[in-house]
């Protein structure tokens, strides 16, 4: 036993318990690694095929945010955007989905959608916040992992992508166009442009605009290029001829149209082998043809007699008689509301005496209905009482009509209605 007052050596010593979880602090940790595990298994159970995409431009392509899309579907993700090893693309890498993986072919296309927001196009102004979109168009041919996308989606689908080259030479100032910009015939699309350029010839010292475009077979339902060539001479032939245009008129985008032009001038021949064949471009077209009918509006004529206009507008607001006239009206309504207002007291007068004599018939004809009873004997007595009350109805509704038009005593009741 110890001591009084002196601690017990038992009960003051400590034990120590040493446990094999870490504490509460690492149970945040080991839950991310226990997620990233999951994803990774996930992935892994997913499968899927690495791919790489050459861009000339990524358009603000975003990695690690931007989907693949198939039919409205995702089907892959971007994981790397970055420079070509010569500079002058861009190398997109994305995987490719296991269920997707099978459509990846030489046909295969990838375009971005959204890398042009337009206000023409409004499901390409999200693009601005999110970024652009990767397409995936499948096609023909053996399997493949790298691919040359476009900036725009394709117009000619994948089965058809050869067409035939026309060169166009326009009056007017081609600058707008860009290459990918469609060519359209009757509101529909055939073509597109593939090259716009600027010359110069030495020996004539003129400038050109030559044009390219690409016509497809497929979009006019031709067999083929050869085909399409001899359909397009005949249509030649016929008027059809190149236009520049903007939709909407004035201030929207510039592009090429196809239309036939009454009365044209005969077009050269097409050649047979080698050059590109031309395509004979409309006079006029574009902004230049809308300033240059505006310059042929008779613009001085119109403004003398809209000045002519002016001054005999002036000299009727001028003239006496027109003073005359007003002076007259003014008189013809004075007397008016005199007449209006000298019998309207007459006419209170005249509705009061109609109406106490209807009452007077009224009276009337209870005395001789006591009278007469209701026998058969007395019919055409009868009869007469009853064309007195009506006498005296009539009486009454003219009294009230004219309280409600006065003015009937000075025009008659047709003029009153």
């Given amino acids: 036993m110890s001591q009084a007052g002196a601690p017990d050596a038992e009960r003051v010593?400590?034990?120590?318990?040493?446990?094999?979880?870490p504490g509460w602090i690492w149970a945040v940790p080991i839950a991310a690694l226990m997620i990233v595990a999951w994803l990774g298994f996930r992935a892994l159970a997913r499968g899927g095929e690495d791919i790489t995409i050459r861009f000339d431009d990524a358009h603000g392509l975003k990695q690690n945010n931007a989907e693949v899309d198939y039919r409205g579907i995702k089907v892959g993700s971007v994981t790397e955007v970055a420079l070509s090893d010569d500079g002058r693309s861009v190398e997109v890498r994305a995987t490719i989905d296991k269920s997707a993986a099978k459509l990846l072919t030489t046909g295969t296309r990838f375009w971005l959608r959204?890398?042009?927001p337009s206000v023409s196009n409004l499901s390409s102004l999200g693009a601005v916040l999110s970024g652009p979109t990767v397409v995936m168009e499948p096609g023909p041919g053996d399997h493949a992992t790298h691919f040359t996308g476009l900036a725009r989606e394709p117009?000619?689908?994948?089965?058809?992508?050869?067409?035939?080259?026309?060169?166009?030479?326009?009056?007017?100032?081609?600058?707008?166009?860009?290459v990918g910009d469609r060519v359209s015939l009757r509101d529909f699309t055939v073509g597109e442009v593939t090259q716009v350029g600027l010359a110069f010839d030495a020996q004539s010292g003129q400038l050109s605009t030559p044009v390219t475009v690409v016509l497809y077979p497929s979009l006019?339902?031709?067999?083929?290029?050869?085909?399409?060539?001899?359909?397009?001479d005949a249509l030649v032939r016929q008027g059809l001829r190149a236009r520049l245009e903007r939709q909407p008129p004035l201030i929207g985008a510039?592009?090429?149209?196809?239309?036939?032009?009454?009365?044209?001038?005969?077009?050269?021949?097409?050649?047979?082998?080698?050059?590109?064949?031309?395509?004979?471009?409309?006079?006029?077209?574009?902004?230049?043809?809308?300033?240059?009918r505006v310059d042929k509006l008779p613009l001085d004529a119109i403004a003398n007699r809209l000045l002519d206009?002016?001054?005999?507008?002036?000299?009727?607001?001028?003239?006496?008689?027109?003073?005359?006239?007003?002076?007259?009206?003014?008189?013809?309504?004075?007397?008016?509301?005199?007449l209006a207002a000298t019998s309207g007291p007459k006419l209170d007068k005249l509705t009061d005496s109609l109406r106490r004599t209807a009452d007077r018939l009224d009276e009337t004809v209870e005395s001789a209905n006591r009278v007469v009873g209701s026998t058969t004997s007395q019919y055409g007595l009868a009869t007469a009482m009853r064309e007195v009350t009506e006498a005296a109805r009539s009486i009454?509704?003219?009294?009230?009509?004219?309280?409600r038009h006065p003015e009937a005593v000075i025009h008659g009741r047709n003029g009153a209605q």
């Fill in 114 to 116: 959204g890398a042009t």
């Fill in 13 to 21: 010593r400590a034990r120590i318990a040493r446990s094999r979880w």
């Fill in 254 to 292: 510039v592009r090429v149209t196809l239309d036939f032009v009454p009365d044209a001038a005969a077009a050269p021949d097409s050649p047979t082998t080698g050059e590109t064949p031309q395509l004979p471009a409309a006079p006029g077209g574009g902004v230049e043809s809308i300033v240059t």
């Fill in 396 to 403: 009454r509704d003219l009294a009230g009509y004219l309280d």
């Fill in 220 to 232: 006019l339902h031709i067999a083929n290029a050869a085909a399409l060539r001899q359909a397009v």
């Fill in 155 to 178: 117009i000619a689908p994948a089965s058809d992508p050869q067409g035939q080259s026309y060169q166009v030479s326009f009056d007017g100032a081609v600058g707008g166009l860009k």
């Fill in 309 to 338: 206009v002016a001054k005999q507008v002036d000299a009727l607001v001028a003239s006496p008689k027109l003073a005359d006239a007003i002076a007259q009206l003014d008189a013809a309504l004075a007397q008016i509301h005199t």
